[in-house]
């Protein structure tokens, strides 16, 4: 069974411009995720999709952050303009159902200058 | 609000030592808890899911123990290898219906030959 893919890998940006990043959950798993990791700290959850809606966003900096998931499927994040504090690693993960053990796809690690 | 610590921070022991890495959350209010592993440079890896209604979960040299009242879950791993080098994670999710996972900050754990 293939994981959950996510791409670029790595980037790096000047402040203010803009990023996007894309994942791809596991075939078949209605709930996806998007954490922010800053170094040293654990996950944090920005938002949550069940299929194509959103459950939660709560920790989402809506100002600058936004997210899709379209059909139900893959989704990408976007930050526009981009922050110096906004240097994290994104991680999407995906899980069967909400309540049940998520998969996490390799992150992809933004460094804003 | 869900505030999860773990203890200790940082932790680096021979090979063959068994080891207990701590974490306790606020909210007892959990539908189950999560470990995770996490490789530098790469996403999480789900190692164990404990149910709030179970005491222990055991996955090979792993075994982690849940007392939901209490707010606390441990992890022991017995006779520890190199390869468990590693940064460790945990994650109560909450009881509501779509289950957010709240992570600690992490164990990070080395062991050495």
């Known amino acids: 069974e293939a994981g959950v893919a996510q791409s670029p890998r790595y980037k790096i940006i000047e402040k203010r411009q803009s990023v996007a990043f894309w994942c791809n959950p596991i075939?078949?798993?209605?709930?996806l995720y998007w954490y922010q990791q800053i170094l040293g700290q654990g996950p944090k959850l920005l938002i949550q999709f069940q299929n194509n809606g959103v459950v939660d966003d709560s920790q989402l900096p809506k100002d600058r952050f936004s997210a899709e998931r379209l059909k139900g499927v893959d989704s990408t994040l976007k930050i526009q303009p981009a922050k110096l504090e906004d240097s994290a690693v994104y991680l999407c993960?995906?899980?069967?159902?909400?309540?049940?053990?998520?998969?996490f796809g390799p992150g992809t690690r933004l460094l804003v200058l | 609000k869900q505030e999860v610590t773990q203890i200790p921070a940082a932790l680096s022991v021979p090979e063959g030592e068994n080891l207990v890495l701590n974490c306790s959350f606020t909210d007892s209010a959990i539908y189950n808890l999560q470990w995770f592993r996490q490789d530098p440079g790469k996403g999480l890896t789900s190692l164990l899911l404990i149910q709030s209604s179970q005491r222990e979960q055991t996955s090979g040299r792993l075994n982690a123990s849940l007392d939901k009242s209490s707010g606390r879950s441990t992890l022991y791993i017995a006779a520890s290898q190199p390869g468990d080098s590693a940064t460790y994670l945990c994650?109560?999710?909450?009881?509501?219906?779509?289950?957010?996972?709240?992570f600690g900050q992490g164990t990070i754990l080395t062991v050495h030959p």
């Open positions: 993960a995906s899980s069967p159902m909400s309540q049940e053990t998520q998969y």
């Open positions: 994650a109560p999710r909450s009881g509501t219906s779509y289950g957010k996972l709240t």
């Open positions: 075939s078949g798993h209605a709930t």
